[in-house]
T-cell receptor, first 114, second 112 residues
Framework: EPEVTQTPSHQVTQMGQEVILRCVPI?????FYWYRQILGQKVEFLVS????????KSEIFDDQFSVERPDGSNFTLKIRSTKLEDSAMYFC????????????FGEGSRLTVL | KQEVTQIPAALSVPEGENLVLNCSFT??????LQWFRQDPGKGLTSLLL?????REQTSGRLNASLDKSSGRSTLYIAASQPGDSATYLC???????????FGTGTKLQVIP
């Protein structure tokens, strides 16, 4: 069964360092998303991406964050200068269709900022 | 702004019991509602997706209902098993680019 894969599963970094989280969405999906979950809190929307551009982003997704789809299969989330409060589980998701489509999530990348 | 609440926050039941998890949302102008399962430290596994025009969806021992006008959805689990122990999340979609709003989750423990 097709699945969304994410790497790394866990990354530990020092505050101020750049981090790139990688995702391979399901191959025939067109819509891609990043969500995050701070420990003990709700899953929160960060950004949606379609046709090689951001279609929607939340207030969390500030200038420190960026996304790209560099090679037609990977979908990455970059955090330019990590802060302690960026520590969270980051989930990539994809869907085949807009709006009515079922969302499929990856296993997540746990980011720990020290 | 959509607010999604799940009650109860935690639930412990003996194996074999039928149970209902509740999800309520404040804005009834939704496009769909999706139920997920999350195991500790793991990703989100999609269980059921209900479109706004539907009243319910079934998959195996799971049945999800949707009452858009009252802002409620329920997830019914029949004959619960220890393997059902997990956190269950509902997520409400408003269409467009499929931004969904997640609920607070219900942590279920099924005791053998």
């Amino acid at each position: 069964e097709p699945e969304v894969t994410q790497t790394p599963s866990h990354q530990v970094t020092q505050m101020g360092q750049e981090v790139i989280l990688r995702c391979v969405p399901i191959s025939n999906h067109l819509y891609f998303y990043w969500y995050r979950q701070i420990l003990g809190q709700k899953v929160e929307f960060l950004v949606s991406f379609y046709n090689n551009e951001i279609s929607e982003k939340s207030e969390i997704f500030d200038d420190q964050f960026s996304v790209e789809r560099p090679d037609g299969s990977n979908f990455t989330l970059k955090i330019r200068s990590t802060k302690l409060e960026d520590s969270a589980m980051y989930f990539c998701a994809s869907s085949r269709v807009q709006g009515a489509g079922e969302l499929f999530f990856g296993e997540g990348s746990r980011l720990t900022v020290l | 702004k959509q607010e999604v609440t799940q009650i109860p926050a935690a639930l412990s039941v003996p194996e074999g019991e039928n149970l209902v998890l509740n999800c309520s949302f404040t804005d009834s102008a939704i496009y769909n509602l999706q139920w997920f399962r999350q195991d500790p430290g793991k990703g989100l596994t999609s269980l059921l997706l209900i479109q706004s025009s539907q009243r319910e969806q079934t998959s195996g021992r799971l049945n999800a209902s949707l009452d858009k006008s009252s802002g409620r959805s329920t997830l019914y689990i029949a004959a619960s098993q220890p393997g059902d122990s997990a956190t269950y999340l509902c997520a409400v979609g408003r269409g467009g680019y499929q931004k969904v709003t997640f609920g607070t989750g219900t942590k279920l423990q099924v005791i053998p």
